[in-house]
């Protein structure tokens, strides 16, 4: 999907693309939610599964058309899953601007996975609130989200953002700023930001990984940027077991700031191989 992606737009454009399409994922995931929660409160849990599950299969014959319209561009060469993830970790030590994409896409969903995970209880712990103050942040953050995304989709923001990296360490930044929220109403002030930053860093990080990546390989570099995901998921969702006496607030400001400092790394290795703004 991700090469059939690359060929939809020229290479130029795809940043601003990605912004766009990131925004219409934004909210279908809202709408999709919500239709989702009516279903269920509605006609119960399990006529929702199924209907649901009905409606992904009814999906796929419109991916197989996309498939088969990119097929036009060329027989790919199969390979075992070994060999193709080799090629995909030659490919990428030997180019820094691309290694350093993959691992920012990582990065961007690191700051979504830490969010979801520790928001409850800082809800609970640090704000004293409750399930309607998470709905309130859950609510707001995806509407600077999606206005976010929307400002980044236009061409002049969007090549600006091109290969950078400060959205990423500016995201993880605004967790160390809302650990330290006082109250709520800073807390929903600076949720929105992080909500803004981390929606487009997100966006930021996959169109700059469409725009450096060679088309014939794109799927595998992509499956490594899955695996370093994965690899960042399992150590966040272990953070509280790690550090059973640790608050989220404390948990928030020291991811975050592995994230800044993982993202300045990202930015000097990418300096490596290119040359103008990273």
Same mark, same amino acid.
């Given at each position: 999907? /991700? =090469?059939?992606?690359? #060929?939809?737009?020229?290479?130029?454009? $795809?940043?601003?693309?990605?912004?766009?399409? /990131?925004?219409?994922?934004?909210?279908?995931? &809202?709408?999709?939610?919500?239709?989702?929660?009516?279903? @269920?409160?509605?006609?119960? #849990?399990?006529?929702?599964?199924?209907?649901?599950?009905?409606?992904?299969? &009814?999906?796929?014959?419109?991916?197989?058309?996309?498939?088969?319209?990119?097929?036009?561009? =060329?027989? %790919?060469?199969?390979?075992?899953?070994?060999? +193709?993830?080799?090629?995909?970790?030659?490919?990428?030590?030997?180019?820094?601007?691309?290694?350093?994409?993959?691992?920012?896409?990582?990065?961007?969903?690191?700051?979504?996975?830490?969010?979801? *995970?520790?928001?409850?209880?800082?809800?609970?712990?640090?704000?004293?609130?409750?399930? !309607?103050?998470?709905?309130?942040?859950?609510?707001?953050?995806?509407?600077?989200?999606?206005?976010? *995304?929307?400002?980044?989709?236009?061409?002049?923001?969007?090549?600006?953002?091109?290969?950078?990296? +400060?959205?990423? =360490?500016?995201?993880? =930044?605004?967790?160390?700023?809302? #650990? *330290?929220?006082?109250?709520?109403?800073? +807390?929903?002030?600076?949720?929105?930001?992080?909500?803004?930053?981390?929606?487009?860093?997100?966006?930021?990080?996959?169109?700059?990984?469409?725009?450096?990546? !060679?088309?014939? @390989?794109?799927? $595998?570099?992509? &499956?490594?940027?899955?695996?370093?995901?994965?690899?960042?998921?399992?150590?966040?969702?272990?953070?509280?077991?790690?550090?059973? !006496?640790?608050?989220?607030?404390?948990?928030?400001?020291?991811?975050?700031?592995?994230?800044?400092?993982?993202?300045?790394?990202? %930015?000097?290795? +990418?300096? %490596?191989?290119?040359?103008?703004?990273?």
């Amino acid at each position: 999907m /991700s =090469g059939i992606l690359q #060929s939809l737009a020229p290479e130029k454009e $795809r940043m601003g693309f990605n912004m766009r399409l /990131s925004l219409f994922n934004q909210a279908g995931s &809202a709408i999709g939610t919500g239709a989702g929660g009516y279903a @269920i409160n509605r006609f119960g #849990s399990i006529t929702t599964a199924i209907v649901s599950a009905c409606i992904a299969l &009814a999906i796929v014959p419109l991916l197989r058309i996309l498939a088969s319209a990119a097929r036009g561009n =060329g027989a %790919r060469r199969r390979t075992s899953p070994l060999t +193709a993830s080799l090629e995909a970790f030659r490919y990428l030590v030997n180019e820094p601007q691309s290694f350093a994409a993959a691992v920012t896409v990582g990065l961007a969903f690191a700051v979504i996975q830490i969010t979801n *995970l520790l928001l409850p209880g800082f809800v609970v712990h640090k704000l004293r609130g409750n399930g !309607d103050l998470f709905g309130v942040l859950e609510m707001t953050a995806a509407i600077a989200g999606m206005a976010a *995304l929307a400002a980044g989709g236009c061409p002049p923001v969007a090549r600006k953002m091109r290969g950078t990296t +400060a959205v990423q =360490g500016g995201a993880g =930044g605004s967790l160390i700023l809302l #650990s *330290l929220a006082p109250d709520a109403p800073a +807390a929903i002030v600076l949720y929105c930001l992080a909500g803004m930053l981390w929606n487009l860093s997100r966006a930021a990080a996959n169109g700059h990984l469409l725009t450096v990546v !060679d088309g014939a @390989i794109i799927g $595998r570099v992509q &499956a490594f940027a899955t695996l370093l995901t994965g690899a960042f998921g399992v150590l966040i969702f272990l953070l509280p077991s790690m550090f059973p !006496d640790t608050t989220e607030a404390h948990l928030y400001a020291a991811c975050g700031a592995a994230i800044v400092v993982a993202a300045a790394l990202m %930015r000097l290795w +990418a300096s %490596r191989g290119r040359t103008g703004p990273v």
